[in-house]
C-alpha cells in the first residue's frame, strides 16, 4: 500500500527501484516468541545464519591483499572469534529454547546482557570493544533476514540502511544500485557530499525507513526533497517521470553558461574552483570551465581499497589530474583521513574515543612521516606537468604549516638531485577549518601562500556540533554570527597579507548562500563540479558593490533568523 515517508535532501535526482534493506546493528526488535513446536526450526534459522556469516567472513579474508591485508584481517581474525564465542552463540541458543524467543529477539537480549558487561568496565577501550560485538550481531541480524538469494542479479535496487560509508558509495553504484534511503545521517556527512559527486540520489534522516520498507518493496525516492514514496501510484510515477525530464531539461540549459565568464552584473569576475574527490570530476570541471582545481581530495585514493597507494600511483593520479586540467591549477590536498574517513584504509587509528578531535588530517600525516613524504614526492613529481599547489588539511596553527613547508622543501631537494623536472616553487596553503587557525592566523599567514576555508568542519568546531550527527541538524548550520564573524576576519587576514582566499566547504555549493559569501568579501569559491553551474548562474545575477554595502546589516544579524533575512531581503538578482 502507497505510503509517504520523509527525510532530509542529501543529493538531488530522483530514483526508481526496488528497496534493498540493510538491517542496521543497533538491534530495535520487538519481543517475539515462538512454539515449542518450532523450537528447533528456529534454532536451525539462527546457525544457518551463523555459518553463513562465517562463510563470508571467510570469502573476504580471503580476497584481502596488500598492506593492509594483515590489518583488517586481525580485525576480521576477532569477529570470527567472537562468532565461535561459546558465551554467545549457547547464550542465544538456551534464550530460544528455553525462553521460546525467536532469534532475532534472543541476539537482541543478548547484545544487552553482554553490552551490559562491557558498560561496568573502568576502560575506556576495552568499553569500546562493544561495537564489535555489536559488529558480529549486526551480521548476524542481517543474514537472519538475506532476501539476497531473490533479489541477487538484480538492477534498479535503492539501499535502504541505518548509515553508509563514503568507500561504499561507488561500489554500490558499481552493482547498480541506483539511489539511497538512510535512517541516520546529515546531508553535510562525507558520504553525502560523494553522493553528490556521483550524482546519486540520496536520502538521509529518514527515521521510519527501516521500520517501514521491506526487501523488495518499490521505492520512489526525490533525493531533492528528501521525499520517499514506498508502494507509488500512477501519479507518483507521473510525478517521478516528470521530475527526472525537468533535471534534464535544467541541464540543457545551465550547460549553455559553460563558457560564460563567473562574473557579477557589476562586472567583477569571480573565481570558480571545482571541488574533486575523483577522476570523473576532474574531467567534469575542466569541461564545465572551472579556474582550476581549488580542492583535490586525496583520500580517494585510500578510501575503498586496502591497499596504501605506493608513490608511483599517487603521481600517475596527480599528474593525470594536472594534465586533465590543461595548464589551470590544481590544488592538491595533502591525505585528510581520520573521523569519518578512516573506512577501509585501517591506517587512522582506531576507536579514537572522538575521531573528529584525533589524528586525522595533517597530525596524521606528521605522525606517518613516511606516509608524508611518500605523498609530497608524487606531488612534487606531479608538478613537472603543469601548475599545482598543496593544501594542509586539519591545521590547527603555524607549526603544522610549518613543518610540512620543511618537508616538502626536502623532497624538492630530493628530487632535484635525482635530476627530475619538477616546478621550481610549488605554493603551499592551509585549510582553515579549525577554530584555533583562524583565530591565530595573523600570526603565521607569513607561512602560506594562500587559504582555503573548510566551512563543513570549521562549522562543526565552532559550533561543538557533529557534523555526522543528524540529530544536531538545526545546529549544525553556517547561518550562526560566530560563523560569519570567522569568514569575514579570515578573509581580511587574507587580503591584508595578499594571500588569495577561496572557502571550500559545501556551504559555497549552495546557490542560496552565494550572496552572503560575497558580501563576507570572498571572491574565490570551490564547489563540486555538480552544482558549479548553478552557482555561476547565481553570481552572474549578483551585484557585488550592493551586496558589499550590505555586509554591515548581515553581520548585525544576531541568530539564525536575522540571517535569513538577510539572505531573503538581498536575492541574487
Ligand atoms: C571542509 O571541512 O569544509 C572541507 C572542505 O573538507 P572536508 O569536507 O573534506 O573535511
Ligand atoms: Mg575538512
Known amino acids: 500500500m502507497r505510503q509517504l515517508l520523509s527525510g532530509t535532501a542529501a543529493a538531488r535526482g530522483s530514483a526508481l527501484g526496488r528497496a534493498r534493506v540493510r538491517l542496521p546493528h543497533a538491534l530495535d526488535i ?83 546482557r553482554i553490552a ?90 529518514a527515521a521510519q525507513a527501516l521500520q517501514k520498507i521491506n526487501d523488495g518493496d518499490v521505492l520512489a525516492i526525490d533525493g531533492g526533497s528528501g521525499l520517499v514514496v514506498l508502494e507509488p501510484d500512477a ?40 571541488n574533486a574527490e575523483s577522476r570523473n570530476d576532474v ?3 575542466h569541461a564545465l570551465g572551472a579556474a582550476g582545481v581549488g580542492l ?53 587509528l582506531r576507536n579514537e574515543p572522538n575521531p573528529a ?26 608538478s613537472g606537468y603543469g601548475p599545482l599547489r598543496v593544501l594542509v588539511p586539519m591545521v590547527s596553527g603555524g607549526e603544522e604549516v610549518r613543518a ?38 595573523p600570526t603565521f599567514v607569513g607561512l602560506c601562500d594562500f587559504l582555503s576555508i573548510g566551512t563543513n568542519d570549521l562549522v562543526q568546531y565552532l559550533l561543538a556540533a557533529d557534523r555526522t550527527n543528524e540529530a544536531l541538524d538545526g545546529l549544525y548550520s553556517p547561518l550562526h554570527p560566530a560563523v560569519l564573524r570567522v569568514l569575514r576576519d579570515v578573509v581580511r587576514t587574507g587580503q591584508r597579507r595578499g594571500k588569495p582566499v577561496t572557502v571550500c566547504g559545501e556551504i559555497a555549493a549552495d546557490p542560496a548562500f552565494v550572496p552572503m559569501l560575497l558580501a563576507l568579501g570572498l571572491t574565490e569559491l570551490s564547489l563540486h563540479p555538480a552544482t558549479l553551474l548553478e552557482v555561476r548562474r547565481t553570481i552572474r545575477a549578483c551585484d557585488l558593490g550592493q551586496l558589499r554595502a550590505a555586509a554591515p546589516a548581515l553581520l548585525r544579524a544576531r541568530n539564525r533568523s536575522g540571517i535569513e533575512r538577510w539572505l531573503q531581503a538581498n536575492p541574487a538578482g
Do not use: C
Not at 533535471?247 to 545551465?254: D, F, N
Not at 578531535?357 to 606531479?382: C, M, Y
Open 30 to 112: 520487538d519481543e517475539a516468541r515462538i512454539g515449542a513446536e518450532d523450537v528447533e526450526a528456529e534454532l536451525a534459522r539462527f546457525h544457518e545464519s551463523v555459518d553463513s556469516v562465517r562463510a563470508d567472513m571467510r570469502s573476504l579474508r580471503e580476497r584481502l591483499h596488500g598492506a593492509l591485508a594483515q590489518e583488517i584481517g586481525e580485525f576480521l581474525d576477532l569477529h570470527a572469534l567472537l562468532l565461535d564465542d561459546p558465551e554467545l552463540l549457547s547464550g542465544i541458543d538456551a534464550l530460544i529454547r528455553t525462553g521460546l524467543y525467536t532469534a532475532d529477539y534472543a541476539l537482541r537480549l543478548q547484545r544487552n
Open 116 to 205: 551490559a558487561v562491557f558498560e561496568g568496565m573502568d576502560d575506556p577501550y576495552l568499553r569500546s570493544r562493544i561495537d564489535d560485538i555489536d559488529q558480529v550481531i549486526g551480521r548476524l541480524h542481517a543474514a537472519l533476514h538475506s532476501q539476497r538469494a531473490a533479489l541477487q542479479g538484480a538492477s534498479g535496487e535503492i539501499l535502504v540502511t541505518d548509515t553508509v560509508a563514503p568507500a561504499e558509495l561507488a561500489e554500490l553504484q558499481a552493482q547498480g544500485v541506483v539511489g539511497v534511503i538512510t535512517a541516520g545521517g546529515s546531508p553535510l556527512s562525507h558520504s553525502a557530499i560523494l553522493a553528490r559527486s556521483l550524482h546519486l540520489p540520496l536520502v538521509v534522516g
Open 235 to 274: 501519479a507518483d510515477l507521473r510525478g517521478h517521470h516528470r521530475r527526472v525530464a525537468e533535471v534534464k531539461r535544467e541541464r540543457r540549459q545551465l550547460n549553455r553558461l559553460r563558457r560564460e565568464p563567473t562574473r557579477t552584473l557589476d562586472g567583477a569576475d569571480i573565481k570558480l574552483w571545482a
Open 283 to 285: 574531467t567534469e570541471a
Open 296 to 348: 583535490y581530495r586525496t583520500e580517494f585514493l585510500f578510501l575503498g581499497s586496502s591497499e596504501l597507494p605506493d608513490e608511483e600511483a599517487q603521481f600517475r593520479a596527480y599528474r593525470d589530474a594536472v594534465l586533465a586540467m590543461t595548464g589551470r591549477t590544481v590544488t592538491i590536498r595533502t591525505l585528510d583521513l581520520g573521523a569519518d574517513k578512516a573506512d577501509k584504509t585501517g591506517l587512522a
Open 357 to 382: 578531535l584525533g589524528l586525522r588530517g595533517v597530525r596524521l600525516s606528521l605522525a606517518r612521516s613516511g606516509l608524508l613524504h611518500t605523498q609530497l614526492r608524487a606531488i612534487a613529481r606531479a
Open 404 to 441: 610540512v613547508r620543511h618537508a616538502l622543501d626536502e623532497v624538492l631537494r630530493e628530487l632535484r638531485a635525482e635530476g627530475r623536472e619538477i616546478a621550481a616553487q610549488i605554493p603551499l596553503g592551509a585549510m582553515i577549518e579549525v577554530p584555533s587557525a583562524a583565530l591565530a592566523l
